[in-house]
């Protein structure tokens, strides 16, 4: 279906690109820190699923919603509502009022698991909901919206809208959701403990793998002719129209291929690190998701997992040290990023690095980030995410 | 949910909950002023407004200890004073942006997005270092506190009513400006036909900056008022942000009477469903049936044409 003209959908600079990645991830990381640290970079990690979407959203589709974090969330409580109902069992809630269900639902004088739940029972029926319920609901908002040629800032401040409502939602059905304290205390993924630290660094490589196979889909998606219609879309949307495509349908499609990958982000993220709350669904992280990508580079699929490292290194350092400091980076890094690099750290790599290493490597150059062959190196002051807004 | 109250009872909330309605809508209508210029006229996303408005806040707030400590004779008149002030002084920060950063991204404006969302977490930050973490409140001048009661169960109270005569002044104020004066002719023109208003000679870089000063000013104004009803904390702005874009957008982005009326709906909206349901549910029924109707409406209530 998906044809593409090439034979492979992936470049030798892009396979060098993804493997140097993978050594990183693999080999260099796991050697150098300890674990403590690298359970920080897993958790990284998870936000890079999302930066991943929002490159294949934002970047080529030119579609930027600030609602990331709701898909985020929504794959992260479904793992978690799995993982709380597991150890939630008869025998450990005995004290309760009603044995067998979460504690908070307890607290809450809930009696009974509600239907929402029920599904929760079984692994295999959770991670068909990880990626097909935010996916269902980012089709259902972008059927609605695209269809009716919703886009550009509208899309955005519609999003934004969404994940205050998930927030305030959540906070406040507190027995079905937990409330503001999220779904805390989880123990065990089908028998095995998620809390030691083994148990971590297997998880770590899991996520690992998980994302080098989005990056694969992504690229995957980049290179083909599907690809190549979201880039001309965001570019020229009515001439795309005029052709004879449907535009909305595209627009769905990327939209609902991000919300996925936020979810499977999600998931990993209540794995790792054993709890979920709405604190990483509301405006703030959705909106700092995005910043994850337009450092990396909003047009290079590798760039954003770099940007979305060293975001939040800096953050996790600022904070250990100057905690009031950090606010003022961020705020900054939001400036700078969109003033002075546009198209992030694969943007200037690709401009002052790559062409010096050329000569030396003989060709392989863009090892790292390369934007896509179709776009011409976008100048700083040409907009690479306005077409769709800028009508 | 009806059959507790009597006929009487239900008549009183009912008024009760409608001036508390209006108390937000004039809250709304403020804020969403000074966004409806920025967006609607400019097509800039300020996602710093909250913040302008919570430094009007601080200016009146700082005013008002100012008057304490050194005029305590004139206290009562001291927040018209104040309100000027935070009119000049939210207007000057916003025409400094202005020059500063959004002039370079007009014509991007999902990145005007993200870089006003850097600026509101630098201000909120500066905020917090500058004037510390804590809220604060100003003291209402004497004549500004208690409140009138109309019948036996219904009152209303004072700093209420004048928040919204504010308001009203403030809104047929922007609307003399923007649709009688030459200039607010040459805001027009610029919005729906800036290559065209340069032709004839309109400075249309001077007139973006003048506007975006405005529409920052007026969210000065708007903090100024908000000092009267609740207390102001460095991230105060943020909470009414998201609120604020919905007014606008669901008003129709260039039409100010419908940034009013739509102001009107949501609020009204909210504090009545805000008595008999919780109220976070409150707020997301209003939202969520904001959220649904400018799916089916995306332009907005009242829609203006205009040639980009």
Not at chain 1, 363 to 382: F, H, I, W, Y
Not at chain 2, 275 to 288: D, E, I, N, P, Y
Request: overall charge positive; some cysteine.
């Amino acid at each position: 279906m998906l044809k593409s003209d090439r034979t492979f959908f992936l470049r030798p600079q892009d396979m060098i690109g993804i493997a140097i990645l993978a050594i990183l991830l693999v080999v260099v990381l796991p050697l150098t820190l300890d674990n403590f640290r690298l359970q920080f970079v897993g958790k990284y990690l998870t936000y890079a699923f999302v930066a991943l979407g929002l490159v294949l959203c934002w970047g080529y589709a030119g579609i930027l919603s600030l609602g990331q974090g709701v898909f985020f969330g929504l794959g992260g409580y479904c793992m978690a509502m799995f993982l709380k109902l597991e150890s939630s069992s008869v025998e450990a809630t005995k004290i309760q009022t009603t044995p067998g269900i979460p504690d908070f639902m307890d607290w809450n004088q809930i009696t009974a698991l509600p239907l929402m739940w029920q599904p929760f029972n079984s692994l295999t029926l959770t991670i068909i909901a990880v990626i097909l319920v935010p996916a269902l609901f980012a089709f259902i908002v972008g059927f609605a919206m695209f269809k009716r040629r919703v886009g550009g800032v509208y899309f955005a401040i519609i999003t934004q809208a969404l994940a205050a409502i998930m927030t305030i939602l959540i906070i406040g059905q507190q027995g079905y959701t937990g409330g503001i304290n999220g779904i805390t205390d989880l123990r065990t993924l089908n028998g095995w403990d998620i809390r030691t630290d083994s148990a971590k660094t297997i998880l770590y490589f899991v996520c690992v793998a998980l994302l080098i196979a989005c990056i694969l889909i992504a690229y995957f998606v980049k290179s083909s002719k599907l690809g190549r219609i979201l880039v001309a879309m965001r570019d020229k949307e009515d001439r795309v129209r005029f052709s004879g495509y449907d535009v909305a349908n595209f627009k769905v499609f990327v939209f609902c291929l991000a919300a996925s990958l936020s979810a499977i982000g999600g998931a990993m993220f209540t794995l790792q690190v054993g709890f979920m709350s709405p604190s990483f669904v509301g405006i703030v992280p959705s909106i700092e998701m995005v910043i994850y990508a337009a450092v990396g580079g909003r047009l290079s699929i590798l760039g954003a997992i770099y940007g979305t490292l060293l975001v939040n290194w800096a953050k996790t350092s600022f904070s250990e040290s100057f905690p009031e400091l950090w606010l003022f980076g961020l705020g900054g890094l939001f400036i700078a990023v969109v003033l002075i690099f546009p198209n992030g750290l694969a943007g200037l790599w690709q401009t002052y690095i790559a062409p010096r290493l050329g000569p030396l490597f003989g060709g392989a150059s863009a090892r790292r980030a390369s934007p896509p062959a179709a776009t011409p190196p976008a100048a700083p002051s040409s907009g690479t995410a306005a077409p769709a807004a800028a009508e | 949910m009806f059959s507790d109250y009597s006929l009487a009872e239900l008549g009183s909330i009912f008024v009760m909950q409608g001036f508390a309605g209006l108390i937000l809508f004039s809250v709304f209508v403020l804020m969403a002023l000074g966004l409806a210029i920025i967006f609607g006229q400019m097509g800039v996303i300020n996602m710093a407004h909250g913040e302008f408005m919570i430094l009007g806040a601080y200016v009146t707030y700082f005013t008002s200890q100012f008057f304490l400590n050194y005029l305590p004779g004139l206290f009562g008149a001291y927040f018209f004073l104040a309100m000027i002030l935070a009119f000049f002084a939210a207007g000057a920060l916003g025409m400094a942006v202005e020059w500063l950063m959004i002039r370079r991204l007009y014509k991007r404006p999902l990145d005007t997005l993200l870089a006003t969302w850097g600026l509101s977490l630098i201000l909120q930050q500066l905020y917090r270092t500058v004037f510390g973490p804590r809220e604060v409140g100003v003291e209402l001048p004497e004549w500004m506190m208690g409140s009138l009661p109309v019948t036996d169960m219904v009152e209303v109270q004072i700093n209420g009513l004048f928040v919204m005569g504010l308001t009203i002044a403030i809104t047929i104020a922007v609307a003399l400006l923007m649709y009688k004066s030459s200039w607010g002719k040459q805001v027009r023109a610029v919005v729906q036909n800036r290559v065209m208003a340069g032709a004839v000679g309109i400075n249309t870089e001077k007139v973006d900056r003048y506007t975006f000063g405005l529409g920052c000013g007026i969210a000065g104004v708007a903090g100024s008022a908000f000092t009267m009803i609740g207390s102001t904390g460095p991230t105060s702005g943020q909470l009414y942000i998201v609120d604020t874009f919905l007014v606008v957008v669901f008003g129709g982005a260039q039409s100010l009477l419908g940034t009013i009326a739509s102001a009107f709906t949501i609020s009204q909206a909210q504090s009545t469903m805000e008595f008999f349901l919780s109220g976070s549910m409150a707020k997301v029924l209003t939202l969520l049936g904001v959220v649904i109707i400018l799916m089916l409406r995306p332009q907005g209530l009242f829609v203006i044409k205009v040639r980009r």
